[in-house]
Nanobody
Framework: VQLEESGGGSVHPGGSLRLSCAAS????????MGWFRQAPGKERERVAT???????NYADSVQGRFTLSKEKANATLYLQMNKLKPEDTAWYYC????????????????????????????WGQGTLVTVSS
C-alpha cells in the first residue's frame, strides 16, 4: 500500500491550496480515508475523513473552508483548502484505514481501529503547508 501526497506549499493568509493523495495497492472504495495534520509541538489531528459512500466529515476548525473529495477512477483523494489561516500551518498526512465504527467504511470520523486487528492502517509521508504573511 502506498499513499503519496502532493500539493503542499507556502501561501498568504486567505489563499488556497489543493492537496492530492494518490493511492496504490488498495481499492479506495473499501476503506475510510482522510487527511490529518500535525503542527509543530502539537499532536496529530483529524482534518477531514470520507466514508466509502462519499460522505465527508470535517473538523470544526476547517468546516466551510476545506472540501474533501475522492476520485475512484484514479484512486486519488483531494483536499481543497480555501481561506487558509496561519493556524492551518502543519504537515498534512493522507491516511487509509479501517474505521472503528463496526460498519465497514461508514462513520469514519469516529476514528481508526487501534487494537491491532485493523485490516489496514496506512499513512503517506506528508506534505507541508505553510500559511504566513
Amino acid at each position: 500500500v502506498q499513499l503519496e501526497e502532493s500539493g503542499g506549499g507556502s501561501v498568504h493568509p486567505g489563499g488556497s491550496l489543493r492537496l492530492s493523495c494518490a493511492a496504490s495497492g488498495i481499492t479506495i472504495s473499501r476503506y475510510c480515508m482522510g487527511w490529518f495534520r500535525q503542527a509543530p509541538g502539537k499532536e496529530r489531528e483529524r482534518v477531514a475523513t470520507i466514508d466509502t459512500d462519499g460522505t465527508p466529515n470535517y473538523a470544526d476548525s476547517v468546516q466551510g473552508r476545506f472540501t474533501l473529495s475522492k476520485e475512484k477512477a484514479n484512486a486519488t483523494l483531494y483536499l481543497q483548502m480555501n481561506k487558509l489561516k496561519p493556524e492551518d500551518t502543519a504537515w498534512y498526512y493522507c491516511s487509509a484505514f479501517e474505521g472503528v465504527s463496526g460498519i465497514p467504511g461508514i462513520f469514519c470520523y469516529l476514528g481508526r481501529k487501534k487494537d491491532g486487528t485493523a485490516s489496514l492502517d496506512a499513512w503517506g509521508q506528508g506534505t507541508l503547508v505553510t500559511v504566513s504573511s
